[in-house]
């Protein structure tokens, strides 16, 4: 069995500086790693994907993730984040069952 | 129509109520899912069709039955709900039901039962 956490239910933060979405994972099994986002009254749509090869995994809007197996983590960063992206991110593992943490609600603030 | 549509888009019923839920996918996938999204608890896993045949079914309540007459369309038949099955309903599909294939979701159908 999976299960994910997203330590952060919100993150403020303000135009032009950098985020970082933090998600720690457990599983017996190898996993397949993702970030999706949703935007208000949208569904989800797939930022970035883990499979393997290269740690350091490059998304959409300009949004990378690193897998750390050590530390059982894939965080999310953007070096500098826009009005734009402000939305809900979720981080997902799949092993045996594809398994959603709860969601980290990304407000930008001019 | 392109990507996943999914009608209503809003949906109020009563308890007593009979209702449905569509889904329709234009991307030639083979895989399909229903997903229930409740304000701050994670995505969870209702269902899944992999060929139109039913590979999941995680433990949801006889109320929600689904139907997938073809691997374009899924339904999700609603009745004699509970107030707690409020909640946004999404749909997904992807290109088979393997570890990896990305999940392209629709926009939902945010259901009141009152």
């Known amino acids: 069995a999976q299960s994910v956490t997203q330590l952060d239910s919100q993150v403020p933060v303000f135009e032009e500086a950098p985020v970082e979405l933090r998600c720690n994972y457990s599983?017996?099994?190898?996993?397949?790693l993702f970030w999706y986002v949703q935007y208000p009254n949208q569904g989800l749509q797939l930022l970035l994907k883990y499979l393997s090869g290269s740690t350091l995994v490059k998304g959409i809007n300009g949004f990378e993730a690193e897998f750390n197996k050590s530390q059982t983590s894939f965080h999310l960063r953007k070096p500098s984040v826009h009005i734009s992206d402000t939305a809900e991110y979720f981080c997902a593992v799949k092993g045996n069952k594809l398994v959603f943490g709860a969601g980290t609600i990304l407000r930008v603030k001019s | 129509e392109t990507g996943v549509t999914q009608t209503p888009r809003h949906l109020v019923m009563g308890m007593t109520n009979k209702k449905s839920l569509k889904c329709e996918q234009h991307?030639?996938?083979?895989?399909m899912y229903w997903y229930k999204q409740s304000a701050k608890k994670p995505l969870e896993l209702m269902f899944v069709y992999n060929f139109k045949e039913q590979t999941e079914n995680n433990s949801v309540p006889s109320r929600f039955s689904p139907e997938c007459p073809n691997s374009s369309h899924l339904f999700l038949h609603l009745h004699t709900l509970q107030p707690e099955d409020s909640a946004l309903y999404l749909c997904a599909s992807s290109q088979d039901w393997t570890e990896y294939n990305e999940q392209f979701f629709g926009p939902g159908t945010r259901l009141t039962v009152l």
């Open positions: 599983s017996s099994v190898s996993v397949y």
């Open positions: 991307l030639g996938h083979n895989a």
